[in-house]
């Protein structure tokens, strides 16, 4: 009988649920590669999770780009404690080398460098060269753009 009661404990403890499944994982994102070998997705997995370098740290210094990698991302704004919607991005070396950044400059470089120069791969690698230009509404802010090499 004491086995029965404490079954009986037990069907009525809170059933864990789990925090998600993979049915309900739902990525917005886009790439230029692949994605068809364990080499390309597990290059964009290390890039998400610990990418070699953050774009922001090569502004003026010119960076091979062979293919690009995008996702959408929730991120809390650190002046007002708000919850927005910005799109991190991955730009790739030849090597394979990852290059970071959250910036909805960068997101509007890409969508100009797309209409111009094509999406990616960049073969051979389009050189771009990161910048920090002045915001047209706060002339203290700086965004985050992209510039192309002429040569």
């Not at 998600?20 to 692949?34: I, M, P, R």
Request: contains cysteine; hydrophobic residues 40%.
């Amino acid at each position: 009988m004491e086995n029965n009661e404490q079954n009986t404990m037990l069907d009525l403890a809170p059933k864990a649920q789990p925090l998600f499944t993979a049915q309900e994982v739902t990525v917005k994102s886009w790439t230029s590669l692949t994605m068809s070998n364990h080499k390309e997705k597990a290059m964009v997995f290390n890039a998400v999770s610990n990418p070699d370098f953050q774009l922001i740290d090569f502004v003026g210094q010119p960076i091979p780009v062979v293919h690009i990698y995008a996702q959408s991302e929730e991120f809390t704004e650190e002046e007002t404690g708000e919850i927005k919607e910005g799109t991190r991005v991955i730009l790739f070396d030849p090597e394979g080398k990852a290059y970071s950044c959250v910036s909805g400059g960068i997101k509007r470089s890409l969508t100009t460098l797309f209409a111009t120069f094509g999406v990616p791969p960049f073969l051979p690698p389009l050189v771009v060269i990161p910048a920090l230009v002045k915001s047209k509404d706060n002339a203290m802010r700086k965004i985050l753009k992209l510039n192309v090499a002429v040569d």
